[in-house]
């Protein structure tokens, strides 16, 4: 059973617009959130975290949103860039005990940013 | 280098082989985590190593997966007569795990062909 869903495998979108990554979950004993991007061949690089304590996050041009009752998430990327093309996956992280702290990710979704 | 590193970026074996997979986190990175991105999935999550602390393994697959870290820096993932459906990407990732948001800097991955 998947934890974090990432319901869009693409998306397109036009330069200099707005880009909205979605992310589900299921599981509420998730208490904080990460989004990662991924270029081909190299490993997934850290973009922006939210606790789940608040509701938004913002870093530039890159804000993520979180709706807890929803169990609902979403980044924001805005404007555009052609260098945002990537992979973005969704991360829910909890802690499990025994000192580990273990992040769940979503299959992610490929994002191209046309010129 | 200053980042995670991964050894070999490559690897093609016969089905019934052994390997081993290395990873070299970031210098004064307490946590490392193993994970396998297989064809069209997310990031599975495989096991946690922390300080000298006993590792979580509750997310390897199968007995013929294990893992060490020696001295609490370099790591090796080991599968012992490896299948078909071992084929994946396994990424190696390390923080530093009392940071509260625990952001995991990942390595490029060691893509593995299983014929």
């Known amino acids: 059973d998947q934890q974090v869903k990432q319901n869009s495998p693409s998306l397109s979108v036009q330069e200099g617009r707005i880009s909205i990554l979605n992310c589900d979950y299921t599981?509420?004993?998730?208490?904080?959130f990460l989004w990662y991007k991924k270029y081909p061949a190299e490993g997934p690089t850290f973009l922006i975290s939210?606790?789940?304590?608040?509701d938004k996050n913002e870093d530039g041009r890159f804000t993520v949103f979180l709706n807890k009752s929803a169990k609902h998430l979403s980044l924001h990327i805005v404007p555009s860039q052609p260098g945002d093309s990537a992979v973005y996956f969704c991360?829910?992280?909890?802690?499990?005990?025994?000192?580990?702290?273990?992040?769940?990710f979503g299959k992610g979704t490929k994002l191209s940013v046309i010129p | 280098g200053a980042g995670v590193s991964q050894s070999p970026s490559n690897k093609v074996t016969e089905k019934g082989k052994d390997v081993e997979l290395r990873c070299d986190p970031i210098?004064?990175?307490?946590?490392l985590y193993w994970y396998r991105q297989s064809l069209g999935q997310g990031l599975e999550f495989l096991i946690y190593?922390?300080?000298?602390?006993?590792?979580?393994k509750s997310g390897l697959p199968s007995d013929r997966f294990s893992a060490e870290r020696t001295g609490g820096s370099v790591s090796t993932l080991t599968i012992q007569r490896t299948q078909q459906e071992d084929s994946a990407v396994y990424l190696c990732?390390?923080?530093?795990?009392?940071?509260?948001?625990?952001?995991?800097?990942f390595g490029p991955g060691t893509r593995l062909t299983v014929l």
């Open positions: 990732a390390s923080s530093l795990a009392r940071v509260s948001y625990n952001e995991q800097f």
């Open positions: 599981n509420s004993m998730f208490d904080y």
């Open positions: 939210i606790s789940s304590i608040k």
């Open positions: 991360a829910a992280g909890k802690y499990s005990g025994a000192g580990s702290y273990q992040l769940t």
């Open positions: 210098s004064g990175h307490t946590a």
């Open positions: 190593f922390q300080g000298n602390s006993a590792p979580d």
